[in-house]
């Protein structure tokens, strides 16, 4: 079992930046896999960024590719999201995942774990 939990989402005005949090328990961190989706009233959770277990692999949704960076930090059991350049359609529930698996994927079914989520708004 994992047990993730993200923190640092808040409001922010477009332009701005946020960085989020997951910080991981239960089991060994380095052995997943980690993404990070989001979900937006009315919508499905949607792909945002992802990295493998060493962190030397990272991918992006084209929506965030350029103002997101998505790291981790192996010592600390923790992932991080730096978001720059926010715009109001960035405006969701962040929730981190992790994969018990060297691969990243984009699709939020193959993750095993999920957090609570945090919300980030971004006003215009």
């Known amino acids: 079992q994992v047990q993730l939990v993200e923190s640092g989402g808040g409001l922010v005005q477009a332009g701005g930046s946020l960085r989020l949090s997951c910080a991981a328990s239960g089991r060994t961190f380095s052995n997943y896999s980690m993404g990070w989706f989001r979900q937006a009233p009315g919508k499905e959770r949607q792909f945002v960024a992802a990295?493998?277990?060493?962190?030397?692999?990272?991918s992006y949704a084209g929506s965030v590719k350029g103002r997101f960076t998505i790291s981790r930090d192996n010592a600390k059991n923790t992932m991080y999201l730096e978001m720059d350049a926010l715009k109001p359609e960035d405006t969701a529930v962040y929730y981190c995942?992790?994969?018990?698996?060297?691969?990243?994927?984009?699709?939020?079914?193959?993750?095993?774990?999920w957090g609570q989520g945090t919300q980030v708004t971004v006003s215009s």
């Open positions: 995942a992790a994969r018990l698996s060297r691969m990243i994927s984009i699709t939020p079914q193959q993750y095993d774990y």
């Open positions: 990295i493998r277990r060493s962190g030397n692999n990272t």
